[in-house]
């Protein structure tokens, strides 16, 4: 794999001159994956349709008809929670373990329309509840910039769209989709050295996205660089007819230029300077708002005096949507179904315990006692009144600032030993602190990569700007990327 062009529009450019073509990729590609099967990126590999797809993208570009100059017979995988025709979609759980969709969502569909060839699906944790990618069925996911792989001693990949990122990281695709309700697109993305983008609600369809908070969820987009994010971000984005959350006006394709960074109004929140925040973090942070000052930006503090709830209000309406969206696994229109069904009770409850881990059962459990009549008030309506302040904290501050500058997590990839010693949940709050605000207001969000850490793993940070402002996101993260050139600095090293 090292071989191949870093970049999509690279590969392109050699299927364009004929220096490559898509089917040699393909098979060089699945070749990659087989021998990484140890990082557990990919549940499941989609062998037979890769090399059809990649045969008719061969023809496709020897008569020089492209479907897309910049996407026909580049490599992308696919979260295991959005439907694939065909294809198994399991969403690393029991449950769903032998489902096999008769229709593939609007995103997938659109990159396959686009010529773009799909591997297979890759790992997350169940049902994306975690932010860890430790609690599959299949087994957790080994970030690629782990010095071992071995037994308990690799670093964990960050969920839940952790075999996405590793995909794109280790070099066995170049794009990958994920799915992000609290971050769980960028903290992967963060902690494997990799771009992970979070678009505004409704920017991106969620048809055929199976729903774990249908409030926050958003289909992400997981590349090596800003540029293959903008070309994907092109390629899906707009109004779908089929989900009617996405927003109805014309996409306008987003168009890059590094420059624009001088009169930028850089707002620093200072609730993120927060208890646990690695000092290797901090300097990454300082670096990059001195950068950005010294090229002309104004850099300001800000305040968002409700961070500091915004994980518990997160939390309770995370599980509480989770309840609801949970109880149509009951064992009888499709899904896992329990042998015991001496009644229609037991059959739904032990299809459910069979079914279920523990982390899924656990959030059903909160989320019903949330939802029951005698704490609807206390607990759930209160954190939808928290949520319309957490959302006015970025109102005010997108008055007089641009975009915001964060971490995106509060340090380098955990040890996977060390992670599992906590909770599920206790890690989620760690982990998402500064990103699961962003998908209670709604807005975008973008991690990328910025060096390394004293122990050789990847350091990122985040830009978060008001609703739609993809464009000047991206940027701006273009600018940065320039400056800091992670690709060329640390490939080598993955």
């Known amino acids: 794999m090292n071989r191949l062009p870093l970049r999509v529009r690279q590969i392109s450019e050699c299927f364009r001159e004929k220096s490559l073509d898509p089917g040699s990729v393909v098979e060089q590609t699945l070749a990659a994956i087989d021998r990484q099967k140890t990082l557990n990126a990919f549940v499941r590999v989609a062998t037979t349709k890769a090399l059809q797809q990649a045969e008719q993208s061969r023809?496709?570009?020897?008569?020089?008809?492209?479907?897309?100059?910049?996407?026909?017979?580049?490599?992308?995988?696919?979260?295991?929670?959005?439907?694939?025709?065909g294809l198994h979609t399991t969403c690393a759980s029991r449950m769903l373990e032998n489902f096999v969709p008769t229709y593939s969502a609007t995103v997938v569909d659109r990159l396959e329309q686009r010529g773009a060839i799909v591997l297979g699906k890759t790992n997350l944790d169940q049902f994306g509840m975690g932010s860890g990618c430790v609690d599959s069925i299949f087994g957790p996911t080994r970030n690629s910039w782990s010095e071992n792989l071995a037994d308990d001693q690799f670093r964990i990949a960050g969920g839940s769209s952790g075999g996405s990122a590793v995909a794109v990281a280790a070099g066995l695709c170049y794009a990958a989709l994920g799915s992000d309700t609290g971050g769980s697109t960028r903290n992967p993305a963060s902690y494997c050295g990799i771009v992970g983008l979070k678009p505004t609600y409704g920017l991106l369809s969620r048809h055929g996205l199976i729903p774990l908070v249908n409030s926050m969820d958003v289909p992400g987009i997981m590349t090596r660089t800003i540029e293959d994010c903008a070309i994907v971000l092109n390629a899906i984005a707009g109004p779908d007819d089929r989900d009617s959350t996405t927003v109805k006006r014309p996409f306008l394709p987003i168009k890059l230029d590094s420059s624009f960074v001088k009169g930028l109004r850089v707002g620093i929140p200072r609730e993120y300077h927060c208890e646990g925040l690695d000092k290797e973090v901090l300097e990454c942070w300082t670096r990059v708002a001195d950068l950005l000052e010294r090229a002309g930006a104004t850099v300001t503090s800000v305040s968002m005096p409700y961070t500091a709830s915004s994980i518990f209000v997160y939390s309770i309406l995370n599980q509480c949507e989770v309840s609801s969206n949970m109880a149509r696994y009951d064992g009888i229109e499709y899904g896992h179904r329990s042998k015991e069904d001496a009644s229609t009770e037991q059959l739904y409850a032990k299809t459910r315990a069979e079914?279920?881990?523990?982390?899924?059962?656990?959030?059903?459990?909160?989320?019903?006692?949330?939802?029951?009549?005698?704490?609807?008030?206390?607990?759930?309506?209160?954190?939808?009144?928290?949520?319309?302040?957490?959302?006015?904290?970025?109102?005010?501050?997108?008055?007089?600032?641009?975009?915001?500058?964060?971490?995106?997590?509060?340090?380098?990839?955990?040890?996977?030993?060390?992670?599992?010693?906590?909770?599920?949940?206790?890690?989620?709050?760690?982990q998402d602190f500064c990103t699961q605000s962003a998908n209670m207001a709604g807005?975008?969000?973008?991690?990328?990569?910025?060096?390394?850490?004293?122990?050789?793993?990847?350091?990122?940070?985040?830009?978060?700007?008001?609703?739609?402002?993809?464009?000047?996101?991206?940027?701006?993260?273009?600018?940065?990327e320039k400056e800091v050139d992670f690709l060329a600095n640390y490939s080598e090293h993955r």
């Open 59 to 85: 023809e496709r570009w020897n008569r020089n008809a492209p479907r897309d100059v910049n996407l026909d017979g580049v490599t992308v995988a696919v979260k295991d929670n959005f439907c694939t025709k």
């Open 443 to 480: 807005i975008p969000a973008l991690s990328l990569p910025i060096s390394l850490s004293s122990r050789r793993l990847p350091l990122s940070l985040q830009l978060m700007g008001d609703h739609f402002s993809e464009e000047l996101l991206l940027r701006v993260g273009a600018w940065i």
């Open 355 to 430: 079914g279920f881990n523990s982390v899924v059962k656990n959030r059903i459990l909160s989320g019903n006692y949330f939802l029951l009549r005698r704490n609807y008030d206390k607990y759930f309506e209160k954190a939808l009144k928290v949520r319309r302040l957490i959302a006015e904290d970025f109102v005010r501050a997108f008055k007089d600032v641009d975009i915001l500058l964060t971490p995106t997590t509060l340090s380098d990839a955990p040890l996977y030993k060390d992670f599992i010693r906590s909770n599920n949940r206790d890690q989620c709050a760690v």
